[in-house]
């Protein structure tokens, strides 16, 4: 894309803020830093608590709605389901689930303790509030 106003890059939020009638006096422009605008994410995903649950119980009982996922994500499921219904249906039913961080990737981590044990979910939705991506790790047993 060109842009149609030509500006430095270390004044081009300001510049686009101004342009959108964002002024000075609504708001402090040099407050709304790259830094502020660009840092990382540190709070989960809306929703993201509720899709390690919901998606813990389907793939226990190994019926995955395909609909609330990514097309690559359901492809991904489709090859994986028997191993993922085993491993979830023996852990027993979810107790708990714990938001802890987001992950160097970007991605939601979570600790979720079922009856039988505990997973850590890495998990990304879409802007939808699809699955996009999913990795399960096993937790530590608890002494």
Do not use: H
């Not at 929703?47 to 190994?62: D, F, K, N, Y």
């Not at 090859?79 to 991605?107: C, D, N, T, Y």
């Amino acid at each position: 894309m060109i842009p149609d106003v030509a500006v430095s890059s270390e004044n081009a939020l300001k510049v686009a803020l101004e342009r959108l009638g964002v002024s000075r006096a609504g708001v402090e422009i040099d407050a709304v830093s790259q830094s502020r605008v660009f840092a990382p994410r540190t709070t989960p995903q809306p929703g993201g608590e509720a899709t390690v649950r919901r998606v813990s119980e389907e793939l226990a009982r190994g019926e995955p709605n395909y609909d609330l996922l990514s097309p690559q994500m359901a492809n991904v499921r489709r090859q994986q389901l028997p191993a993922l219904k085993q491993r979830l249906s023996s852990l027993g039913p979810v107790q708990s689930v714990k938001f802890v961080e987001v992950g160097p990737s970007g991605g939601d981590v979570y600790e979720a303790q079922y009856a039988n044990g505990g997973l850590r979910w890495i998990i990304s939705l879409t802007s939808d509030g699809k699955l996009a991506n999913a990795g399960l790790q096993p937790l530590a047993s608890r002494p």
